[in-house]
């Protein structure tokens, strides 16, 4: 039996990929692609030759069982997306959850994924949190924004620059104008930038400039409202007693 490879990608510059992963994707009988252009770009740039399949949202439900009986007749696939890790916010789970259920082995290699640099480099608690990728566009995303009104983790979600703004007026109206945010955008790439402050001055910042790129909004928890106006407490007790 054969075994699937999840490999990431760059979310943008080239210099973060892994040497292992480089290895694998040269080594595989099959790649499977999100976007074949955007992969044959990355595939030629690092000197790999190898089949190359289409395999995103669109078609993944009928590849993923032919794929499945190859890997079991012996062949390695390699699964890649766009950018990132594949199946995080991207194509890529079905196959993963039909290898699994079949008893192949499954491989995923560590690398790159848009959220952690985004949320290690926004200043907010990072010991727990929750991804949300990308919410609902209609149907669902109000009420989605409804049952995290009370979330204490710290929440990440990606977004596209069209949608910045009403998102983080949305977030303004369910969760408050003072809750603290960290928009990056652009990752690991040339115009990298983190915007970060209360979501009414960031909403003032994107409102004078307009979005552009791949986006991360970290948006602080419920929790971490209330221990700052617990400590502001604590301090007006202490200069009190003094």
Known sequence: MGKLYVVPTPVGNLEDMTFRAIRVLKEADLILAEDTRTSGILLKHFEIKNSLLSHHKFNEHQTVERM????????????????????????????????VRNGIEVQCLPGATAFVP???????????FCFEGFLPQKKGRQTRLQA??????TMIFYESPYRLLKTLTQFAEFFGPDRQVSVCREISKVHEESVRGTLEEV???FTETEPKGEIVVVLAGKEEVKVKEKKNKYRELITEDE
């Open 118 to 128: 985004a949320l290690v480099s926004s200043g907010l608690p990072d010991e727990r």
């Open 148 to 153: 995290l009104v009370d979330e204490t983790r």
């Open 203 to 205: 909403i003032h910042h």
């Open 68 to 99: 499945v009986e190859r890997i079991k007749g012996g062949e390695t696939v390699a699964l890649i997306s766009d950018a990132g890790t594949p199946a995080i916010s991207d194509p890529g789970f079905l196959m993963v959850r039909e290898c």
